[in-house]
């Protein structure tokens, strides 16, 4: 059992799930972020799911 930091917060000694959610969401954001500036279709083909929609600043709605 991890120790307790005021005997409130467990005190984790290696990273956490969540930390590593967080680094693998944030490398995912990068790479999709370099597919569009790079235009790779076939990266955002991978990245973006084929069931997602987006709404412009404008309310139109568009999908991948």
Same mark, same amino acid.
């Given at each position: 059992?991890? @120790?307790?930091?005021n005997g409130t917060q467990p005190i984790h000694q290696e990273p956490c799930h969540h930390q590593i959610k967080e680094t693998t969401i944030e490398? #995912? @954001?990068e790479s999709l972020r370099q597919a569009m500036l790079n235009s790779d279709i076939s &990266? #955002?083909?991978e990245?973006? &799911?084929d069931d997602l929609v987006f709404t412009l600043p404008t309310g139109l709605v568009i999908d991948k």
């Open positions: 059992m991890p @120790e307790q930091l490398t #995912l @954001e &990266a #955002l083909d990245l973006i &799911a």
